[in-house]
């Protein structure tokens, strides 16, 4: 391992270097099926915004430890949010 590599925020293993967001493989997919399961949640609940989307996630049991660790990483880091809302807006699912 090259001492220059990033780490994950969630795991602390090496993330993965063509990503823009600060996660290993495995929490760039749960990642990935936090901004798709955004629409079906919002569809479920009605109007929820993505912190009470993450909010609810991570403290769902039922909820994948990937998604859940995602979701806290992303509540606890001002700059992961901003770029979860660019990624939910980029996407066409404003808040």
């Known amino acids: 391992m090259r001492p220059s590599c990033k780490r994950c925020v969630a795991c602390n293993r090496v993330t993965e270097e063509s990503s823009k967001?600060?996660?290993?493989?495995?929490?760039?997919?749960?990642?990935?099926?936090?901004?798709?399961?955004?629409?079906?949640?919002?569809?479920?609940?009605?109007?929820?915004?993505?912190?009470?989307?993450?909010?609810?996630?991570?403290?769902?049991?039922?909820?994948?430890?990937?998604?859940?660790?995602v979701a806290g990483a992303v509540l606890s880091h001002e700059d992961l949010m901003q770029i979860f809302l660019n990624d939910l807006s980029s996407r066409g699912m404003k808040d």
């Open 21 to 69: 967001i600060p996660f290993c493989s495995l929490h760039v997919r749960a990642y990935e099926n936090l901004i798709v399961g955004y629409v079906d949640w919002r569809n479920a609940y009605g109007d929820l915004s993505p912190k009470e989307f993450l909010e609810r996630v991570r403290d769902n049991e039922y909820s994948g430890r990937w998604v859940r660790e």
